[in-house]
């Protein structure tokens, strides 16, 4: 019997594979249930525009109990976007990512969510930590 993990990201994947992607996002590979990379582009206006970028989910057995790890891929010539809540290495600060995800969230929910993030950005800069 399948766990509930393999099960979920069977059927999201089906749903993805069956209807697509929102516009500015597409699946690149997901081979597995555990690791998933897709592109995400801003549509429209905005400090982003005509930019691509990779994000990487790793899922481990408890998903959808427990959120996807995801970040912007920084190796091979990728890199991560210049944003306030997204860091050098690729990691994303984003509270549906920890204390405020939920079981009913999807991978395509988690782009969707993302590609917003970016979209609503004023101003291209990253968090930095004053140790003063």
């Known amino acids: 019997m399948a766990s509930i993990s393999a ?6 994947l089906t749903e993805i594979r069956n209807e697509g992607c929102p516009v500015g996002i597409t699946l690149v590979k997901a081979d597995d249930f555990e690791t998933w990379w897709f ?3 801003v549509m429209g206006e905005s400090l982003y525009k005509d930019e691509k970028y990779t994000l990487q989910f790793r899922f481990d057995s408890s998903y959808p109990i427990s959120s996807p790890a995801v970040q912007f891929v920084v190796v091979d010539g990728h890199t991560s976007p210049i944003h306030p809540h997204v860091y050098s290495n690729g ?14 969230l999807s991978v395509v929910a988690v782009c969707v969510t993302i590609q917003s993030m970016l979209a609503s950005c004023k101003k291209k800069e990253r968090y930095v930590v004053s140790w003063s």
């Open 39 to 41: 592109t995400i582009e």
């Open 91 to 104: 990691h994303i600060c984003a509270s549906i990512l920890g204390n405020e995800w939920s079981p009913v």
């Open 7 to 12: 099960r979920r990201l069977g059927k999201e």
